[in-house]
């Protein structure tokens, strides 16, 4: 297979099962108000990480599926998602950066630029909010899971917490 290929591909499924992770997530989190749970995506399914019971999450899971199937795409994007934060820190680091632009080398110089950089670094995150999101929605998940199936799902130890493997396939 080419390279470029399985890139693309490579992409895609994890695009899917990053879709299903946050809608099992958005599930779960309705129904059980307060838990704490967290997700990670790869190529071949996801990882539900916290104390859960199984039979719940297989609905959950299931149930993810079968409404992006259904068309309800929004379960895809989660508020506690990794690319709102690195959205949010890239754009409040970069402000900082530019902050410290062309300020000087002695440390009185640089802590007299600190509430400027504050200044910027506060209104970048203000101003990246819905960049996440939107990072969720072009590149990071996707609610089209046309051919995504669930092969299994398994309780498991992630990093010492419990956890489920959801490992799915997609024709």
């Given at each position: 297979m080419n390279?470029?290929?399985w890139l693309l591909d490579t992409w895609m499924a994890v695009r899917r099962n990053h879709g299903l992770e946050h809608a099992t997530l958005n599930i779960l989190g309705r129904r059980f108000p307060g838990i704490v749970i967290a997700g990670h995506s790869d190529r071949d399914g996801c990882w539900i990480i916290g104390s859960i019971p199984s039979d719940a999450l297989a609905q959950a899971a299931y149930e993810a599926l079968s409404r992006l199937?259904?068309?309800?795409h929004g379960l895809v994007i989660h508020r506690n998602c990794g690319?709102?934060?690195v959205a949010s820190g890239a754009a409040a680091g970069l402000a900082a950066w530019l902050g410290m632009f062309n300020v000087g080398r002695s440390f009185r110089q640089k802590l007299e630029r600190l509430p400027t950089v504050i200044m910027l670094s506060t209104l970048a995150l203000i101003i990246s909010q819905p960049l996440g999101p939107y990072l969720q929605q072009v590149a990071t998940t996707t609610g089209e899971v046309t051919g995504l199936t669930i092969q299994s799902i398994r309780p498991a130890q992630r990093g010492g917490l419990p956890a489920h493997r959801i490992t799915t396939t997609f024709r």
């Open positions: 390279p470029l290929n199937k259904s068309g309800e690319t709102n934060f």
